[in-house]
């Protein structure tokens, strides 16, 4: 059987590359990014990967998406060429299975395999529990992000 027809084992961490792999994420980035319906989620990412892009992978789990992460990659005068993480959650009902785990050290893989200096991410400033998460894993408080919503 060929690695392409292999089937995935539980706990591989998953590159979503079509709908139906985006759908099975849907569940538990709506735990994270409620305002999107599974419809709207997929068209979404879809739209992001061609146009930015974005990735989405997941931590595989009795079928179903444990944990996922969204990110994609850039470059600029602050940071050099970067992975940036837009979305990293771990299902609510399997936290503290080492999934987050499993994916925050495949990211910092992916950093390397992509060339990319360094990972940064933003994280709610409510979100303690990812905070202590994030530091646990070396990333350090380095900036406050600022943003306004205009029209």
Known sequence: MSEENSPVEDGSVVVATDDDQIRLCYPVMAQ?????????????VTMMQREQGYSLVYVLVNGRAGAAAGFRTGISLAWGRYLYVDDLVTDSGMRSLGLGQRLINWLFDETTRRGCEAIHLDSGVHRFDAHRFYMRNGLE????HFSRIVG
Do not use: D, G, K, T
């Open 32 to 44: 994270l990014r409620p305002a999107f319906n599974e419809h709207e989620f997929v068209e979404l």
């Open 141 to 144: 408080i380095r900036s406050h």
